[in-house]
């Protein structure tokens, strides 16, 4: 089967689903707001190449700082690059870093979270204790100190982020395998003699897995914001990728010039991603966390 | 067929030492149904759990020996006892959370017969899970449900089925009907006592409901705070209960033969089994007690047919 093929079969599968959500009140528009507003994004980014205007990285492709006008429609920055330009190719950084730093959280916390609660006693306290000192800790502050020492890059910015979220996904799959495995259901597989990995993966995990999506989707949107920041205070990526956080920083020190479209338009993009990663999470958490519903 | 020797059960706690099984023995012929009875607290589940090994930290076996048709429960590996207890039907007290919500009916069914026999593949599995749904009254097309599209009784019949999945020789049923209502649970005890026929199966039956032991055990053991204080045949212990609390427990219970008789209340609750009363545990309640109650423990001796632990039968 071709993959074109497969990924029509998958979208058609979803589609019902994505109707369903439809009924389920002001949690499933917001659902189905964030994903539109994502998928928006996702979709202009993959596009950039045949709908962007301009090379993003070129200079002079226009005039110096000029207002938007209908050749440029979002302006130009001080390097006579087109912002619109940028703006659709700088999503891919965005999109990149939050991509890579959910799934090392997830490849990280979610193991940890649920051996170690799963064994209890000893693994349990000290991976607690290591997660909750990792928390302790200012995020960004945090994130900043580890990308300065990992130096630039989309993976480095992204473990730098990952280190800062994973205690939360420890912390959701701890409380979460805390209450599943005292349930009856994973008591009655035990002494109908199953195993461990059986009762961990089959029993344990799937009814953890809920919680996981909605805060893995709302750090979605933490890690994009995280990620300007760093880029914001110089420690991301080369100034010869296009990015939204590096226009950011450029826009603040044209603000006072009154080249206001420099920094608004990316700011804009950053808030409606990082907005639409939150609404899915919020929505999901509210449509699958059982004691919101009726 | 089930022989228990001076089983002892700890919970070390933070607060102290809970003994909630204290030195029980019984054993069980093949096919008999032995009928566990006692108030909440009283150790009933902990011994059903105990029996194949399962007592959960921080709880430990810290005496006794068990022994289940010619096996010594207590010499096994944990993977030696993983393979027992499947063997050991098991049936919890709520079948409302027993079933895992993200499983399919039939796919609990072909876990366990997986886990316990490799070599069945999933399509045997799933026939011989419809097999079994269907003895039990539940349409075999309805494997691919799950549990939370099955109502109370029948959701307790598909725990019972995968009591019984591997054709067990021993049953544990832990309160089978407890959170059900009366007309399931009189169709759930028909349908155990008609596949203990079929089956020849031996039974533990721990459950706090008087009635429901009466009608299905053959033997019956009263537990308080974690000791048999009572041991015998169902007919002897109802028609001439010894022990204060035994009589206390059937005062206790409605009589459909009496109905004019009033119930009678045990005053008082289960002792704190962190610090419990010395000499006789049920000493602070039992409305007989005299001197040496408070003092000496009394043994479980022989008195005819019966075992019982009081001091008015010293």
Known sequence: ?294 | MLEVCSLTVDYRTRAGNVRAVDHVSLSLEKGQTLGVVGESGCGKSTLGFAVIRLVQSPGTISEGSIVIDGTDIMRLSEEEIRRVRGRVGFIFQDPMTSLNPVKKIGDHFVELIHTHEKNVNKKEALKRAAKILESLEIRSERVGDYPHQFSGGMRQRVMIGLGLALNPKLLIADEPTTSLDVIVEAQILELMNQLKRDYNLTLILITHNIGIIAEMADTIAVMYAGQIVEMGRTEDIFEDPLHPYTQGLLKSAPNIMHPERSMITIPGSPPDLISPPSGCKFHPRCPNAFEPCALREPKLIQRGQRLVACHLYD
Not at chain 1, 85 to 90: E, H, L
């Open chain 1, 1 to 294: 089967m071709s993959r074109a093929g497969s990924t029509g079969r998958i979208l058609v599968q979803l589609l019902p689903r994505f109707v369903q959500l439809k009924g389920r009140g002001v949690a499933g528009w917001t659902v189905i707001i964030g994903s539109v507003l994502v998928a928006s994004i996702v979709v202009i980014t993959i596009l950039a190449p045949w709908i962007s205007p301009h090379n993003p990285i070129a200079i002079n492709v226009g005039p110096i700082l000029a207002a938007p006008t209908p050749e440029f429609p979002l302006g130009t920055n001080h390097l006579g690059q087109d912002m619109l330009s940028r703006i659709i190719w700088g999503g891919v950084t965005m999109l990149q870093v939050a991509v890579i730093s959910v799934a090392v959280c997830l490849a990280v916390g979610l193991p940890i979270g649920l051996l170690a609660t799963y064994a209890g006693g000893l693994p349990d306290k000290v991976s607690s204790l290591v997660m909750d000192s990792v928390y302790a800790f200012p995020g960004l502050v945090l994130a900043i100190a580890i990308a300065a020492m990992l130096g630039r890059g989309v993976v480095n910015m992204s473990v730098a982020i990952a280190v800062v979220y994973v205690p939360s996904y420890y912390r959701i799959v701890r409380s979460q395998v805390l209450t599943v495995k005292e349930l009856p259901y994973v008591e009655a597989a035990r002494a109908l003699g199953g195993r461990s990995g059986t009762i961990l993966f089959r029993y344990v995990l799937p009814n953890v897995v809920p919680s996981i999506v909605s805060v893995a989707t709302i750090n979605f949107a933490d890690a994009i914001l995280t990620a300007a920041g760093l880029t914001f205070v110089g420690l991301g990526l080369s100034v010869a990728v296009p990015d939204w956080g590096w226009d950011l920083t450029y826009g603040r020190q044209l603000l006072p010039a009154g080249a206001w479209w420099v920094i608004t338009f990316p700011g804009v993009m950053i808030v409606l991603l990082a907005l639409g990663f939150t609404l899915i999470g919020e929505g999901l958490s509210e449509i699958m966390s059982p004691r919101l519903e009726q």
